[in-house]
Nanobody, 124 residues
């Protein structure tokens, strides 16, 4: 079983940047797709970004395309989410998740391992 721990969240101003980290332990994640999801208060959990096992293929929700970048360092067993030009609507708890599908997925039900989440608040 993979254990995931997110870090890097915090309170920022509109237009600021943050880099979230997702550190994995218990198993190497180099064969697995990893995605970031987020959940705002009173809203459903939504897909944000995903990366395949190699790191060469990525996907993004339309709402973050061009502002967020997902990457991974398999040697460090870690996945990152660089978030630039943050907006108030990006405020949410951000979760990373691991799927057995090497190409990754946008469907939360495909993910068997989840972190505890890291909160991001963007203040205007």
């Amino acid at each position: 079983q993979v254990q995931l721990v997110e870090s890097g969240g915090g309170l920022v101003q509109v237009g600021d940047s943050l880099r979230l980290s997702c550190a994995a332990s218990g198993r190497l994640i180099s064969s697995y797709g990893i995605s970031w999801f987020r959940q705002a208060p009173g809203k459903e959990r939504e897909y944000v970004a995903g990366v395949d096992f190699s790191g060469r293929n990525t996907g993004y929700a339309d709402s973050v395309k061009g502002r967020f970048t997902i990457s991974r360092n398999n040697a460090e067993n870690t996945v990152y989410l660089q978030m630039n030009s943050l907006k108030p609507e990006d405020t949410a708890v951000y979760y990373c998740a691991c799927t057995r599908y090497s190409k990754g997925s946008r469907n939360p039900t495909d993910f068997g391992s989840w972190g505890q989440g890291t909160p991001v608040t963007v203040s205007s």
